[in-house]
């Protein structure tokens, strides 16, 4: 099992190197099922290990003139100050016994793991369908910057909640919103997510005793992913790709919430 959690590790990375986004939607269920972290605790390491390998992905593709650092910055504005707030003052304040439903008591992780579940199968149905008209856009198209600001509450919120970058979500809405090409949105999706990701994890400072052996080996791993990805980029088609991940982020989203209810 942990010979396969370091190769899970490494997928996080290699999913954020091909296709932008995805990985941080693995992070959590491989730290929870495969480690054996608490799935608070794994929000929180999510955060640092997807926001330190998407500024290495990130920084690759500034190199190669593929990110607006203009456009991350004013998402930015938004979407990290929501993301520092919520890791700060609003995830100290969720109680560990939430609710009860017909007899069953609806704890924390329980409801964390969940919510995660179906964000994960909110991200794998964008992957399968892969909709033709977010690859085919020319910058400069839209400048709804006041969608944006407010689109960058939702993914600082999301961040925040479940310690998820939210690249699926990012690069729809720079396309389509910003007219933004692909690639550029790709790379400009890494540097957001990582300032969410990195300021997140700040915010969780002094909230939980970390394992900083750990967190940094596991990230180690999942930057060579990214590295990786960026290589394999090359030569596969990201869009095959992006569709048949979807379908494996689908089956464990449902294996995720099968889980939660048999353990009810």
């Given at each position: 099992?942990?010979?396969?959690?370091?190769?899970?590790?490494?997928?996080?990375?290699?999913?954020?190197?091909?296709?932008?986004?995805?990985?941080?939607?693995?992070?959590?269920?491989?730290?929870?099922?495969?480690?054996?972290?608490s799935?608070?605790?794994?929000?929180?390491?999510?955060?640092?290990?997807?926001?330190?390998?998407?500024?290495?992905?990130?920084?690759?593709?500034?190199?190669?003139?593929?990110v607006?650092?203009?456009?991350?910055?004013?998402?930015?504005?938004?979407?990290i100050?929501?993301v520092?707030?919520?890791?700060?003052?609003?995830?100290?304040?969720?109680?560990?016994?939430?609710?009860?439903?017909?007899?069953?008591?609806?704890?924390e992780?329980?409801?964390?793991?969940?919510?995660?579940?179906?964000?994960?199968?909110a991200a794998?149905?964008?992957?399968i369908?892969?909709?033709?008209?977010?690859t085919?856009?020319?910058?400069?198209?839209?400048?709804?910057?006041?969608?944006?600001?407010?689109?960058?509450?939702?993914?600082?919120?999301?961040?925040?909640?479940?310690?998820?970058?939210?690249?699926?979500?990012?690069?729809?809405?720079?396309?389509?919103?910003?007219?933004?090409?692909?690639?550029?949105?790709?790379?400009?999706?890494?540097l957001?997510?990582?300032?969410?990701?990195?300021?997140?994890?700040?915010?969780?400072?002094?909230?939980?005793t970390?394992?900083?052996?750990?967190?940094?080996?596991?990230?180690?791993?999942?930057?060579?992913?990214?590295m990786?990805?960026g290589?394999?980029?090359?030569?596969?088609?990201?869009?095959?790709?992006?569709?048949?991940f979807?379908?494996?982020?689908?089956?464990?989203?449902?294996?995720?919430?099968?889980?939660?209810?048999?353990?009810l």
């Amino acid at each position: 099992m942990e010979i396969l959690a370091y190769i899970a590790s490494a997928l996080i990375g290699i999913s954020l190197g091909l296709i932008g986004g995805g990985g941080s939607i693995l992070t959590v269920p491989v730290l929870v099922y495969m480690f054996g972290i608490s799935p608070l605790l794994s929000t929180s390491y999510s955060l640092f290990i997807v926001g330190s390998t998407s500024l290495i992905g990130a920084f690759n593709n500034y190199k190669k003139g593929a990110v607006s650092v203009r456009t991350a910055l004013l998402f930015g504005a938004s979407s990290i100050t929501t993301v520092f707030l919520t890791r700060k003052f609003l995830i100290p304040l969720i109680p560990k016994q939430l609710f009860t439903i017909g007899g069953f008591q609806i704890t924390e992780p329980i409801l964390t793991m969940v919510l995660f579940a179906l964000l994960m199968m909110a991200a794998s149905f964008g992957m399968i369908r892969n909709d033709a008209k977010v690859t085919d856009q020319s910058e400069g198209k839209g400048n709804n910057y006041l969608k944006l600001f407010v689109f960058g509450i939702g993914i600082g919120l999301t961040t925040g909640l479940l310690g998820a970058g939210g690249g699926f979500l990012l690069i729809p809405t720079l396309v389509l919103f910003l007219g933004m090409p692909m690639k550029k949105a790709v790379g400009t999706s890494l540097l957001i997510i990582a300032l969410n990701s990195l300021i997140g994890f700040v915010g969780d400072i002094g909230h939980f005793t970390i394992d900083w052996p750990f967190l940094l080996k596991i990230t180690g791993i999942a930057v060579a992913g990214i590295m990786l990805g960026g290589v394999l980029g090359k030569h596969v088609n990201s869009d095959q790709l992006k569709k048949g991940f979807g379908w494996f982020i689908l089956v464990m989203g449902i294996y995720i919430i099968t889980h939660e209810i048999i353990a009810l």
